[in-house]
């Protein structure tokens, strides 16, 4: 059963409007949240990260959200631009040392010009 | 330029020859880790190695087999490679896990016929 999902596989977002990817976690022992992007024939970056101790982070027009009540987080690109098309991955993992990284199995954002 | 190296990039083989994908990273990173990627599944760690000499299995480890004899490189071999390996391959590296980021080669894709 995946611990870090992504209902969403694919989105299409107009260039200059909001773009919304969702994940879901079901451990509540996870506290600590990553997004990677990943363009093809690249190898995943990492683009934002967020501590439960925290219910935001900010990053230029990349902010994401952590509802750990739900066990919810999203990401929110404003404003959406055409070279944010790419793969987005959720990440999660328990911030002891050594512990590993769970991901999503992504979502593919197209922004449209 | 910090980096993660993978080789080779591309990979068709046949079932049953032996074979090996280098990882090697340049950052003086403790913790390596190799995942596959798979559509619908994500990223699934295979094994990963918190130091020299100390490795241990992720999700999905059969098939696989990996050594760290030095801290920058961490090789997975596939000793006798079968259609289901088919997927491409990531390497990862982190000054330690925990609240640090991966850092990613570019991918191998391996098809094995």
Redesign the interface.
Do not use: C, R
């Given at each position: 059963d995946?611990q870090?999902k992504?209902n969403s596989?694919s989105l299409s977002v107009q260039e200059g409007r909001i773009s919304i990817l969702n994940c879901d976690y079901t451990n509540s022992m996870f506290d600590?949240f990553?997004w990677?992007k990943k363009y093809p024939?690249?190898?995943?970056?990492?683009l934002i990260?967020i501590?439960s101790i925290k219910d935001k982070n900010e990053d230029g027009r990349f902010t994401v959200f952590l509802n750990k009540s739900a066990k919810h987080l999203s990401l929110h690109i404003v404003p959406s631009q055409p070279g944010d098309s790419a793969v987005y991955?959720c990440a999660a993992?328990v911030?002891?040392?050594?512990?590993?990284?769970i991901?999503?199995?992504?979502t593919s954002l197209s922004v449209i010009p | 330029e910090a980096q993660v190296t993978q080789n080779p990039r591309y990979l068709i083989t046949v079932t049953g020859k032996k074979l090996t994908v280098t990882c090697s990273q340049n950052m003086n990173h403790e913790y390596m880790s190799w995942y596959r990627q798979d559509p619908g599944l994500g990223l699934r760690q295979i094994y990963y190695s918190m130091n020299v000499e100390v490795t241990d299995k992720g999700d999905v480890p059969e098939g696989y087999k990996v050594s760290r004899k030095e801290k920058r490189n961490f090789p997975l071999i596939l000793e006798s490679p079968s259609p289901n390996q088919t997927s491409l391959y990531f390497c990862a590296s982190s000054l330690r896990l925990g609240a640090n980021v991966l850092t990613f080669g570019a991918g191998s894709r391996l098809t094995v016929l």
């Open positions: 995946q870090v992504q596989p600590y990553l990677y024939a690249e190898g995943p970056t990492f990260s501590s991955f993992s911030k002891t040392s050594y512990d590993k990284v991901f999503g199995p992504g | -």
